[in-house]
């Protein structure tokens, strides 16, 4: 081993700035010079930059062409400085949520329920990200059920592959998450074992389109039917999916309706900051009326600082933000969303037959722009192992162990990415037969999990983890 190797094998992966970036306890007590400040900053951007330029990174960056970045940041620096909240001064702000929040709507089929109910006229907010989606939703739903239904002690029934956003909402609101686990060999929840929990308590069910593990749409249509049937909300995720399947639809593959088509579908949530294009830090959050929407509304009416009002959990929000997603929104059209679903599909396809082809791995359900697989026959982690030292960066997935890719604009820009990867897969299985027995590096995380001991371990592990990240 070189000593560069040797060096770069002492540097902790997560803190690879030490000793090579000045440390800061205290504000300098005299401001650096601006070329030195930005050369730290090019300095950092370009060392990260290069992990994911050549395509091998899954999901993380949605779009990444610089040339949109390039027109993005230009929109965001001309209104980088505004707060939305400021609804007074900057009109700007609510004319263009107003048209982000419509035209994901509209390309949602927002437009549909209204048909059939005039009082249903689609509506929301847009929010920080996902998870803020998700969390209003939830204390929406909460409020509501207080309210109209006197519930104290709600429960929400979810997927165990739904967003962990549902839980941390269930843990800020007191809200009860019942997780139904995924059949086999589908890995979509049992519609009957979601009815099965449903009682006087539960105030909505989940879904996903898709969801995070698998990319898979959950039996949305039936789960819509229970929440007709039991008069309860009914939230669709479509963070990931939201801005990606309306168009794979259009394509011609075979998506099961996953929008406000659906006559129970309440509430939905999609990310502007993923397959919308935009930058990270935006979302939208969708309600099937604004009677339903009020319940996320805020107000001390009584503040001595004056009336407070706050649509979102978040108070201060950038203007940059909306700007930017307004801008993607405007730049792309229906035919760039629809261009980049084709040339994304395209990739995720190639890799989907390629991992199909690989007699040890199995892919799970019929997943369109995520492919995740799982073997009965190799460590899934010896895999990811082998991978990483290819320069891949995958998901993994646990209980059962598995890997996923999330395929995004950056593969699209490189040839032959699906190649490359399907060839290094192979490999990383040979490698992974050749390792049976030994304990894969991957394994030291994602061996704990599904025991009460091992998550209390593994909680501890990474709280541990948040706090090192935090240090100086
Ligand atoms: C990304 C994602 C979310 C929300 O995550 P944020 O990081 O807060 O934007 C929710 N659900 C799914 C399925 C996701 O992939």
Not at 35 to 55: C, Q, T, V
Not at 146 to 151: G, M, Q, T
Not at 182 to 193: I, Y
Not at 352 to 358: A, D, L, R, S, Y
Request: with cysteine; net charge negative; glycine share 8%.
């Amino acid at each position: 081993m070189s000593d560069q190797e040797k060096e770069m094998q002492d540097v902790d992966p997560y803190k690879p700035y030490k000793g090579r970036l000045e440390s800061f306890d205290h504000i300098p007590q005299k401001g650096r010079d601006k070329d030195e400040i930005l050369r730290d900053l090019s300095f950092m951007a370009k060392e990260e930059n290069a992990k994911w330029k050549d395509g091998k990174v899954s999901g993380t960056f949605y779009h990444a062409g610089e040339e949109h970045r390039a027109y993005l940041n230009k929109a965001f620096s001309l209104f980088s400085h505004v707060n939305t909240l400021q609804f007074d001064l900057c009109p700007s702000m609510s004319k263009m949520e107003s048209d982000v929040i419509a035209m994901t709507s509209k390309m949602l089929h927002g437009d549909v329920p209204e048909k059939n109910n005039p009082a249903d006229k689609v509506c929301g907010t847009m929010t920080s990200g996902g998870s803020e989606s998700i969390i209003m939703a939830m204390k929406t739903y909460r409020d509501r059920a207080r309210n109209e239904k006197n519930i104290t002690a709600p429960e929400i029934i979810m997927p165990h592959t739904a967003h962990p956003a549902f839980d941390k909402a269930g843990q800020y609101f007191g809200i009860k998450m019942v997780h139904i686990p995924v059949s086999r060999p589908d890995f979509r929840v049992d519609p009957a074992a979601v009815e099965d929990r449903i009682n006087g308590n539960t105030i909505a069910l989940v879904g996903s389109a898709g969801n995070y593990p698998y990319g898979l749409i959950d039996p949305l249509e039936k789960l819509s039917d229970l929440a007709v049937k039991h008069d309860i909300g009914f939230h669709v995720d479509g963070c990931l999916g939201g801005f990606i399947l309306p168009w794979i639809e259009k394509l011609g593959y075979d998506i099961p309706k996953f929008d406000f088509r659906l006559p129970g579908v309440t509430s939905m949530s999609a990310d502007t900051h993923k397959y919308g294009y935009g930058l990270k830090g935006t979302s939208v959050v969708l309600y099937r009326n604004n009677a339903l929407r009020r319940y996320q509304y805020f107000n001390v009416p009584d503040w001595p600082g004056g009336i407070y009002a706050s649509p979102t959990s978040a108070g201060s929000r950038s203007g940059g933000l909306t700007a930017a997603t307004w801008a993607s929104m405007m730049y792309l059209g229906e035919a760039g969303y629809l261009a980049a679903a084709k040339s994304i599909m395209t990739v995720a396809d190639e890799i989907k037959k390629g991992v199909n082809e690989i007699p040890e791995l199995t892919v799970v359900g019929n997943s369109t722009f995520v492919i995740s697989f799982l073997s009965d026959v190799v460590d899934m982690f010896h895999v990811n192992d082998f991978m990483q030292t290819k320069g891949w960066r995958f998901n993994c997935l646990q209980l059962p162990p598995g890997m996923h890719f999330c395929v995004t604009m950056p593969q699209t820009f490189v040839p032959d990415v699906a190649k490359h990867l399907i060839e290094d897969l192979k490999e990383g299985v040979a490698y992974a037969r050749a390792n049976a027995g030994k304990v894969a590096e991957t394994t030291a995380l994602y061996g704990l999990g599904g025991s009460l001991d091992g998550n209390q371990q593994i909680t501890e592990l990474v709280f541990g983890y948040l706090d090192y990240l935090y240090s100086v």
